[in-house]
């Protein structure tokens, strides 16, 4: 089993950035595909960011791609998720979540089935 601790979460200006980190307890990340989810509110629980298990994949949402960035450190057992640019809709709660099931070189964020792990989750606000 794997367990999640996220942070980095904060109030940010639009145009502004923050890295977002998801540490791991438990097992190593590499039996893991691992993603970034959202809640705004009002709204859907969404994905945003995913990494496969092999680290050699990784697909975004359409509204991230080019501004945020997942990476992964497999010696802190940490996940990342780069964001720039913010804006407004990308307020949120994040969470970090990971499945065990999927191909080592497969994830998706189209939906949350299959991540069998989430964490309590960071909050992110952006505003002026």
């Known amino acids: 089993q794997v367990a999640f601790v996220e942070s980095g979460g904060d109030l940010v200006q639009p145009g502004g950035s923050l890295r977002l980190s998801c540490a791991a307890s438990g097992s190593p990340l590499d039996k893991y595909a691992i993603a970034w989810f959202r809640r705004a509110p009002g709204k859907e629980r969404e994905g945003v960011a995913c990494i496969s298990s092999n680290g050699g994949g990784t697909r975004y949402a359409e509204s991230a791609k080019g501004r945020f960035t997942i990476s992964r450190d497999m010696k802190s057992k940490t996940v990342y998720l780069e964001m720039n640019d913010l804006n407004p809709e990308d307020t949120g709660v994040y969470f970090c979540?990971?499945?065990?099931?999927?191909?080592?070189?497969?994830?998706?964020?189209?939906?949350?089935?299959?991540?069998?792990?989430w964490g309590q989750g960071t909050q992110v606000t952006v505003s002026a």
């Open positions: 979540a990971a499945g065990y099931r999927f191909l080592s070189y497969m994830c998706y964020v189209a939906k949350s089935t299959g991540y069998e792990y």
